[in-house]
Nanobody
Framework: QLQLVESGGGLVQPGGSLRLSCAAS????????VGWFRQTPGKEREGVSC????????YYADSVKGRFTISFDNAKNTVYLQMNSLEFEDTAVYSC?????????????????????WGQGTQVTVSS
């Protein structure tokens, strides 16, 4: 089965950290652009961070620059999102997606576009 599976979400206090994982199953992420997106009820989906598997180019939304880091592990066919200094406003369902064409900026700034694969999402809640 071809799919992306996220994990690592949870409840964390403000200022805390979480690391999300996005593992590809049934296919390799070689030559894909992979991105993390988040959505809260009543708001549009937002592109958080994207990475190109082929050259490592990254993109970050202004709201997470300096706090979040995206990376990948070739051997594990997995993309990670390290989230530090979490804020209340980071609370959302985080989903990963993979797209075979397009730049990291194009992917992250157009979250409504059709992606090749989507994960099921993982909840991140920042609360005291």
């Amino acid at each position: 089965q071809l799919q992306l599976v996220e994990s690592g979400g949870g409840l964390v206090q403000p200022g805390g950290s979480l690391r999300l994982s996005c593992a590809a199953s049934g296919f390799t992420l070689d030559y894909y652009t992979v991105g993390w997106f988040r959505q809260t009820p009543g708001k549009e989906r937002e592109g958080v961070s994207c990475i190109s598997w082929s050259d490592g180019t990254t993109y970050y939304a202004d709201s997470v620059k300096g706090r979040f880091t995206i990376s990948f592990d070739n051997a594990k066919n997995t993309v990670y999102l390290q989230m530090n200094s979490l804020e209340f406003e980071d609370t959302a369902v985080y989903s990963c997606a993979a797209e075979g064409i397009g730049t990291v900026q194009a992917m992250c700034t157009n979250p409504g576009r059709v992606m090749d694969y989507w994960g099921q999402g993982t909840q991140v809640t920042v609360s005291s």
